[in-house]
């Protein structure tokens, strides 16, 4: 009699523990680093960080476990708090010329949104190494207007900062190539810059944003599954701008980040543990 007690006092504290834990939700606030940058362009075409960033946030609304405000909301509260937005742009500055983190500013910010978790997005097209950065569509004008044919790769860089502990909970470098197999990347006109701009956005929703939010969401809701099989799905193509659509891999351990990532012609990473597909396609 005292052995089925226990067992039913352990069946039911498991059911409580699984009914708590989806009462459980987080705020994560995403910050990209072109937030202040509208229609800053020649394009007058949103900053990648931006398309990245909105495109997360959906993603963390969906859940109904992460909490994100949306961007237009972000800058509407930092305007109306010029000591908020002071400390936003301090903390861009520094995380995109050295990629720093001014813990102290972020546990502000933090605090006037109610979010002990910040998201960082940067966006760079890197000239010659690591000497030089640029905005993708500064890099698009100069490319166009002076015919330069070069290798370009854009990067994007994504860090979860714990703003209670003062620590990046995780981080990852994604990288993409963008010119063609003839190191060719321009917009002659309207309609190829618009082109590229729909490629972005179907590589941030498909892709990009779906792996960054993945890797976030077993941040704060851990879990061991089986692996997933690697679904592909067939989008249109451009010579300039090309990639498969496919279920982000994902390794849910804290530590596997740090072990060197493998990328394939295209710029994705290459990597056969799958885990639980949450933003599937």
């Not at 936003?88 to 979010?115: C, P």
């Not at 860089?157 to 714990?162: H, I, R, S, Y």
């Amino acid at each position: 009699m005292k052995n089925i007690f226990k067992i039913f006092l352990v069946v039911l504290a498991f059911f409580i523990a699984q009914g708590v834990r989806a009462e459980i939700s987080f705020n994560v606030l995403v910050l990209p680093v072109d937030l202040f940058k509208v229609c800053a362009n020649y394009y007058c075409y949103p900053d990648v960080s931006n398309i990245i960033a909105e495109d997360i946030i959906d993603n963390f609304n969906k859940t109904g476990n992460i909490n994100s405000p949306s961007l237009y909301y972000v800058r509407k509260a930092m305007e109306e708090n010029p000591q908020i937005k002071s400390y936003t742009n301090s903390v861009f500055a520094r995380f995109k010329d050295n990629k720093k983190l001014d813990f102290a500013a972020l546990k502000a910010i933090g605090k006037a949104f109610n979010a002990n978790s910040i998201l960082l997005i940067s966006n760079d097209v890197p000239v010659d190494g690591a000497y030089a950065k640029r905005n993708y569509w500064e890099m698009l004008v100069l490319s166009t207007n002076f015919g330069i044919l070069y290798p370009y790769e854009m990067e994007t860089k994504a860090v979860l900062v714990d703003t209670v502990n003062d620590l990046a909970m995780w981080s990852c470098v994604y990288k993409k190539k963008i010119s063609d197999n003839n190191n060719l990347f321009s917009a002659p006109n309207a309609s190829d810059a618009y082109a590229k701009l729909e490629y972005l956005k179907m590589y941030s929703k498909d892709i990009l944003a779906k792996s960054i939010s993945q890797n976030i969401y077993l941040r704060f809701f851990p879990k061991i599954v089986d692996p997933t099989p690697l679904v592909q799905d067939t989008k249109p193509e451009g010579a300039y701008f090309r990639y498969e659509s496919s279920a982000p891999s994902i390794r849910p351990k804290l530590l596997e980040e740090s072990r060197p990532k493998k990328t394939d012609d295209f710029g994705e990473i290459i990597d056969n543990n799958y885990g639980e597909v949450l933003f599937g396609i």
